[in-house]
């Protein structure tokens, strides 16, 4: 009994550390003072001031565009690399996997800034400007190795007979990719994705060097107010995003529950 | 979707003539400004924000950003302008520029004004809370003293807080002696025991609910910070202390020169000004916009020190390669165990 209530106060305990500053910050989005030492009276103007303010919007489009493209080619490319890895001899692996591993112990000032030279040394001879397109091209370079990671746990897994009985069976090698190696990585690709797509989201240091003008990102353009103090329209947007994510795996966790219980009808 | 999201933040009636990109510190400018800017003469402004001089400084001389208009302070101005980064400003554009207060005009950072105009300035100074400072503030030295050990914030800024350690010593803040500025590493060292933390914009929440008796601030923040809580006053040492200028400057190779000098024009104008000072809540160069401002503030010595408060306060210098002694002192004092 008293165990039981420990480990119920305990897990109570993790919650509250984890969502502690979430509920504050959703708080002090509808606080009418400027500061955040104090309550000041209830109001909503925060968020009619961000549906106005140009900056912060385009900052999130920027942010989710290059977030959604950047994981998607990043997972595409990544699937592709894993699959390549698994088959190759233990001292070619072992080399590509050291390679692999690189870019995820890399300091991000590195990273950045290596990239931004690059950039800049490219645009000589081409007219490539720094802008929407280096952002997307740095952020793909970072999110690649992460779904290579996740993906090749599940590679190992895999009962190796099991594409060459597709193929005994008349599956051409692409369709038994298609059908028989994809479904059962499924989950590390899916992990892989979501994981580039965080990264994506919420990284400054190297977007701050690998942009260009007029292209901003959420982290850049939050950041940057770090001296004047981070204006309440932030806590606004905050609140925004973290209701639409909460949505989305209520969404998520309700269909895979239905889905579950069809199964489970239909055994 | 996201397409359609663009168009919706890119829908425009008439086709803008040309475009400006501009570079200023985040939450620095009111926006609806720029709206205005855009309808009065159909210029699209690109507007992207940065945090520090530093972060700006590496982007600009990276050479890749098309940046028409940035606003660094007074000594990376010099640095930049040292460095052949600055497109000279044509002050036949500018006619607004007869608005900016005489005081302001050909400052040492930039003699002739021939590379930037005067965006908004301030000092550096003590702000105490009435209420757990009982004796008179008039010192750099009270954020030595032991009595307010662990009430006192100081700013986590290089040049700032090695800066007002001078001044407390009686030296300048631009100094280039090696011997002084050992001393100041000793004297900050000294007084890391005493300090609550170093901190950047934090710094208004914590005096605001009372966590600190003393902090370093900037009279911009103060001002604010003193509406929030009236027990908070602010005050610019006798030893003096720094005084600062943000300046509109144009980087070398910008492609929309003309559109620069229009809108740093536009930002000269006293309606304009004012609007922008109200907003930022920091002090305006331009008397005419001041003179629109809330009678309170006008008279506010924190935001519009005397001329004799001013005349103690130093301007910070570019120090050149100096500025690596800076550093290393910095470091062996942040490195400093308690």
């Keep these: 009994m008293v165990k039981k209530l420990l480990q119920k106060f305990y897990v109570g305990l993790i919650f509250f550390f984890l969502y502690a500053p979430i509920v504050v910050l959703i708080v002090f989005s509808f606080n009418n003072s400027k500061s955040r030492g104090h309550w000041d009276g209830f109001t909503l103007k925060w968020y009619l001031e961000l549906l106005q303010d140009r900056q912060i919007l385009m900052a999130l489009y920027y942010t989710l565009a290059v977030a959604i493209l950047s994981s998607l080619i990043a997972t595409f490319l990544g699937v592709i690399a894993a699959i390549g890895i698994h088959n190759l001899n233990k001292l070619q692996r072992k080399i590509f996997l050291n390679l692999t591993y690189l870019p995820v112990v890399n300091p991000d000032i590195v990273t950045g800034i290596s990239l931004m030279i690059l950039f800049i040394f490219f645009s000589q001879f081409t007219n490539l400007k720094l802008g929407f397109l280096t952002l997307l091209l740095a952020h793909i370079t970072f999110n690649v190795p992460y779904v290579i990671l996740s993906v090749l746990p599940k590679l190992k897994q895999l009962n190796s007979n099991l594409y060459e009985a597709a193929l005994d069976l008349g599956a051409p090698p692409f369709y038994a990719l298609r059908k028989v190696i994809l479904p059962e990585i499924l989950p590390g690709v899916i992990t892989g994705a979501i994981l580039a797509f965080t990264l994506s989201l919420d990284d400054f240091v190297v977007s701050f060097f690998t942009t260009g003008s007029g292209v901003s990102n959420l982290s850049i353009a939050i950041y940057s107010m770090a001296r004047r103090g981070i204006n309440p329209k932030i806590n606004a947007l905050s609140t925004l995003m973290f209701i639409v994510v909460l949505l989305l795996l209520l969404l998520v966790n309700y269909r895979t529950s239905k889905e579950n219980s069809a199964k489970e009808n239909l055994i | ?338």
């Excluded at chain 2, 009982?134 to 030295?141: F, I, L, T």
């Excluded at chain 2, 190779?253 to 620069?260: C, R, T």
């Design chain 2, 1 to 338: 979707m996201l397409l359609c999201f663009g168009f919706l933040l890119g829908g425009c009636s008439q086709k803008p003539k040309a475009e400006l990109n501009v570079y200023n510190w985040g939450d620095y400018i009111d926006e609806s400004i720029l709206k205005d800017f855009e309808q009065k003469y159909n210029i699209k402004v690109n507007y992207d924000t940065f945090s520090t001089n530093e972060d700006m400084y590496i982007k600009i001389k990276s050479g890749s950003n098309n940046y028409d208009v940035a606003i660094p302070s007074d000594y990376m101005i010099e640095k930049m302008k040292k460095e052949d980064m600055l497109e000279k400003i044509d002050l036949a554009n500018i006619p607004n520029f007869k608005n900016v207060d005489e005081r302001f005009k050909h400052l040492a950072y930039d003699p002739h004004n021939e590379y930037s105009i005067p965006y908004m300035w301030g000092t550096v100074g003590i702000l105490y809370n009435k209420t757990m400072v009982k004796e008179p503030v008039d010192s750099w030295k009270i954020l030595w003293d032991k009595k307010y050990s662990k009430q006192i914030l100081m700013l986590d800024s290089q040049r700032d807080s090695i800066g007002i350690t001078l001044k407390m010593l009686g030296y300048s803040l631009n100094t280039r002696n090696v011997a002084e500025l050992e001393k100041a590493k000793q004297a900050l060292i000294e007084q890391k025991p005493l300090v609550l933390a170093y901190v950047g914009d934090d710094v208004k929440d914590k005096m605001i609910s009372g966590e600190a008796a003393l902090a370093v601030v900037w009279s911009g923040d103060a001002i604010y910070m003193n509406r929030e809580n009236p027990d908070l006053h602010f005050v610019v040492p006798k030893e003096g202390s720094n005084l600062w200028f943000d300046g509109m400057v144009i980087p070398k190779g910008s492609k929309h020169k003309k559109e620069a000098e229009l809108f740093i024009n536009y930002m000269c104008d006293s309606e304009v000004a004012f609007k922008n000072a109200d907003y930022i809540g920091y002090s305006t160069p331009i008397p005419a916009a001041k003179a629109k401002l809330d009678p309170e503030l006008q008279k506010n010595k924190i935001a519009y020190p005397d001329d004799k408060d001013l005349a103690k306060c130093e301007i910070f210098k570019d120090l050149g390669t100096f500025i690596k002694d800076y550093d290393r002192v910095w470091t062996e004092f942040k490195a400093e165990i308690e």
